[in-house]
Each structure stands twice: as C-alpha cells, then as structure tokens.
C-alpha cells in the first residue's frame, strides 16, 4: 500500500501526517526535526512518499529524510500558497494539506539538486558572500579616510597602500584592515580548491572556455543551474536567473520594465560579472552585441542584456557539451 506523508517542518519540531490512498489519516503526531525523530516517526512506514515545504528549515529535515531512505519532494511555498486556501493555519492542517497535495500528484514541485551541487552551491555562495565583504570592509576603509579628509593617489588596498593605511595609526582603518585580510585570506584559499573542483565537472571545463569565465564563475553558474534538462528552453532559464525584463502592457501598448525581482539572485549578479569581464577581452559576438546595445541603452541596461545572451549560449553549450564560440 502507498502512502503519502506531509511534514510541517520547523527549526526543533516537525509535525508529520500520513495518509492512505483514499485519504484516510494513519498518523498525526508532533516529533523532533532530528534523524532519531524522522526514524521514529516513519517507523512501519518506511515505504511511504514525503512532501515538505521550501522553508527557511527545509534543508536538514530533506537531508535527514533522505538518510532515513523516504523519497521526498519539496514545494514550492509561492504556488503552495496558491493552491492551499485554508483559512485556518495549524501545523497539522498544513501536513495534512500537504499529504493530500502529495496522494492527489498536486504538489507544486521545487527542484532539488542532488547532495553534491548542494555542497558546490554552499562553497560558490560562501565565496560570492565573501567577495560582498571583502567590498563592504573596503568602503568602510574609504569612509574612514574621507572622514579624516586624507585622500590617497593610488589604490590603498595594494600592499604598498596597506602599509601606508597602518602607518597612519587610525583605529578603526586597523580594524577593518585586519577583517579584510582575514577575508582576503579565505578567498584565495577557496579559490585554490575551485582550480581543483573545476577537475571534475566536465561542465565547468565547457564555461571556463568562456573568455572572462573563471574557475569560479564556471562553478557557481554550474551549481545555480544544476541539471540543465530541467529547462524545456533557454528562456525559461533566463527567466529562472531574472535576466529578462518584466512586461507592461496595456491594451496595444507594451513596455519593458527593470529585471524580474523574483530570481535566483547569485547567477543573475555572476552573469553580469562575467560580461563585464568578457567585454574587456574578447572581441567575440557576444562583445559586438553589447556595443550594439550600449548605442540604444546605458551601458548598464547593455550588460543586463548581454548577460541574458550569454546565458543562452550556456544554455547550448551545456545542452550540447560544446565549448564557446566566438563567432557565434
């Protein structure tokens, strides 16, 4: 007999409901958001299928249920919200809500990507959030030195600039210096191991044939993207990245508007990074396209449109297993 789990998922807890295939509730209980408590509480239903939310607590619960052995799908909360209309919100009419979504084949699927991207995305994400830093230290530094009306000629952050930054004995300059450096440190560790990751993925190889495309860049468009078969089409990654602008229309009447808001935020900024960096050093269609775009555009709207390119040429590129060309 299949049957059909729900699981309300927080922080400490999980309250879980299991169904039947006609419906009928076998198990409705609260139990601790832990492999002990995922165990016990599909003891004698190890057959069952699971559902959960794309929560903020999602992550340790799917990968204790994968460990546990129960095949678990996650939903997406922005259709979920669409589909499930209760008005009253407990935790376990929302499992039970769940379980019914997961019998009936209505829930609204999120897409998972297998443990090891998982971890490539946590080390990607923790560089991107590293190179923020590294950014947010600097414009302290800089606030620092224009509130004490010193202006330097040359880059401060060079290690001749550094030198001089802690000549000046300003406290708060030496503090954010030594967080920077420690920052620094860390990414150029990292980025030491993505020389070495880029090994074995043959699809980080393909982008890395990309001019501007670093060891990086290549891993973290990669883990972003996951599976490029879970994209019927170009487009439907661009919209994935937010690279394409929202549509107002008005009777006859079509405008374009700014990038999407909803995104995946990490690969829409690396794209963009990437064009910049591309632009600087191939004279390749991609590069002719932008100045193309620049004359009608600022440079800025140029580059958001040049990402979107971009990303359909990777799109092909991993569809195909096919290195860049330049011409097109």
């Not at 609260?30 to 929560?55: C, K, P, T, W, Y």
């Not at 829930?107 to 990507?113: N, S």
């Not at 990292?190 to 990751?197: A, M, N, R, T, V």
Request: proline share 4%; with cysteine.
């Amino acid at each position: 007999m299949t049957v059909s789990a729900g699981l309300d998922v927080h922080k400490e807890k999980c309250h879980g409901v299991i169904v039947d295939e006609d419906g009928e509730v076998l198990k409705d209980e609260e139990f601790e958001n832990s492999l002990q408590g995922m165990e016990s509480f599909f003891q004698g239903f190890r057959h069952a299928d699971a559902v959960i939310e794309a929560s903020y607590s999602w992550r340790p619960a799917y990968e204790r249920l994968e460990e546990v052995g129960i095949d678990t799908k996650l939903a997406h909360p922005n259709e979920l919200e669409a589909i499930s209309n209760s008005e009253t919100k407990t935790d376990s009419i929302d499992a039970k809500t769940l379980a019914h979504l997961l019998r009936t084949g209505f829930v609204p699927e999120a897409y998972v990507p297998p443990r090891g991207i998982r971890e490539l995305r946590d080390k990607t994400r923790l560089r991107a959030r590293l190179g923020d830093e590294r950014s947010r230290m600097k414009g302290k530094i800089r606030a620092e030195l224009e509130k004490h009306r010193i202006e330097m000629e040359k880059n401060p952050f060079t290690e001749s600039g550094k030198r001089k930054l802690r000549e000046m004995r300003i406290e708060p300059v030496n503090h954010y210096l030594a967080v920077l450096e420690t920052i620094e440190e860390r990414i150029e560790k990292l980025e030491e191991e993505f020389k070495e990751i880029v090994e074995d993925y043959e699809e980080a190889q393909l982008l890395r044939t990309i001019p501007g495309v670093s060891h990086f860049s290549a891993l973290l468009i990669l883990a972003e993207i996951g599976d490029i078969d879970r994209f019927p089409d170009p487009e439907k990654l661009c919209s994935y990245s937010g690279l394409v602008p929202k549509v107002h229309q008005s009777g006859d009447h079509r405008r374009l508007g700014s990038v999407k808001k909803e995104r995946n935020k990490f690969l829409q900024w690396i794209l963009i990074e990437c064009v910049w960096i591309h632009i600087g050093c191939s004279d390749s269609q991609l590069t002719q396209y932008y100045h193309r775009k620049k004359e009608e555009k600022d440079s800025k709207r140029a580059a958001i449109a040049t990402a979107n390119k971009m990303l359909k040429t990777i799109y092909y590129m991993l569809k195909r297993g096919e290195e860049f060309r330049p011409e097109g």
